[in-house]
């Protein structure tokens, strides 16, 4: 038994013993916090409620801020680097999953050497960016570069928060199907993809004067009739990229009628994605 509870006795990292450090310097306001929330959860007025909400935010928000800050400062070089040290941790797989990913996308729709050359040279004004801050001590000596900073950081967090509201809708649906159907984001990137491949086919036999009631038939159909018509109507040969449309069409139907059971991997949404740039591509003339 008294081997089995030092197996359970983990040591807590850097950032738990800051959290501790904090609520600890929190707990002078609990009673303020705690009146605060049961008068808000009482308040049976929704109008009411959001004007509290507000009222109470603009209360607590400086009063943790102005907290964190104390005890950012208060905390050891020491201790920092280790709260420092976690995070690159934490985050170090995570980046370098999505630095493939991104790269895998990036050679896909775009020249590689181009690619490698962005990615080389971000590297390099990176090491640049770094020598010529360290020669700048006085810089960060000056107490209105850590509050202009500070200010950059809310105004730039506020803007995130904004965009995310826009998304939530999606966000929401996502959250659903992934605990619903063990579905992600990939799967909604693909088949957001290729269903567009019919209305832009459909898009561009409108342009080529193709009325709607002759828009009838199946995909197949639809492409073979925009094929034709752009080699007789705008004299192109057309790449492989409208040529694959046939078979990616299998692919959309896969993932609208079995998408619980097929997911596609990170690598072929990529595919598909890059796919349905080439179709616009070709269809449009770039």
């Known amino acids: 038994m008294i081997s089995e509870n030092k197996g359970n006795c983990r040591k807590k990292s850097a950032w738990e013993r800051f959290s501790a450090r904090f609520e600890k310097r929190m707990e002078k306001h609990q009673a303020e916090f705690r009146d605060m929330c049961l008068k808000y959860d009482q308040e049976p007025d929704e109008e009411s409620k959001q004007k509290l909400k507000f009222s109470y935010l603009e209360k607590i928000a400086p009063i943790f801020t ?31 999953e999505l630095g493939r990913d991104y790269l895998d996308f990036e050679l896909m729709v775009r020249d590689p050497v181009t690619v490698l050359q962005e ?46 509201a826009t998304l939530r809708p999606f966000f929401e649906i996502l959250n659903m199907v992934r605990d619903r159907l063990g579905i992600n984001e990939d799967w909604a990137i693909a088949t957001f993809a ?15 004067g193709v009325p709607k009631n002759e828009m009838r038939g199946n995909f197949h159909n639809l492409l073979e009739k925009t094929i034709n018509l752009i080699e007789t109507k705008e004299g ?24 619980y059971i097929w997911k596609p991997t990170r690598k072929e949404t990529n595919e598909i994605v890059s796919h349905l740039l080439r179709l616009v591509n070709a269809l449009w003339e770039g």
């Open 119 to 164: 990615v080389f040279l971000t590297e390099r004004l990176g090491r640049v960016i770094q020598r010529a801050l360290e020669k700048q001590e006085e810089l960060f000596e000056e107490p209105r570069l850590l509050m202009r900073l500070m200010a950059l950081m809310t105004i730039r967090e506020f803007s995130f928060g904004v965009v995310f």
């Open 66 to 96: 102005v907290a964190f800050f104390e005890e950012l400062v208060a905390t050891s070089d020491r201790e920092f680097g280790r709260m420092m040290s976690e995070i690159a941790n934490a985050m170090e797989t995570k980046l370098e």
């Open 236 to 259: 192109r040969r057309l790449g492989s990229a409208v040529f694959l449309s046939a078979g990616y069409r299998k692919l959309r139907n896969k993932l609208d009628h079995e998408g």
């Open 194 to 208: 290729l269903n567009l491949e019919e209305s832009l086919l459909k898009k561009k036999l409108s342009e080529l």
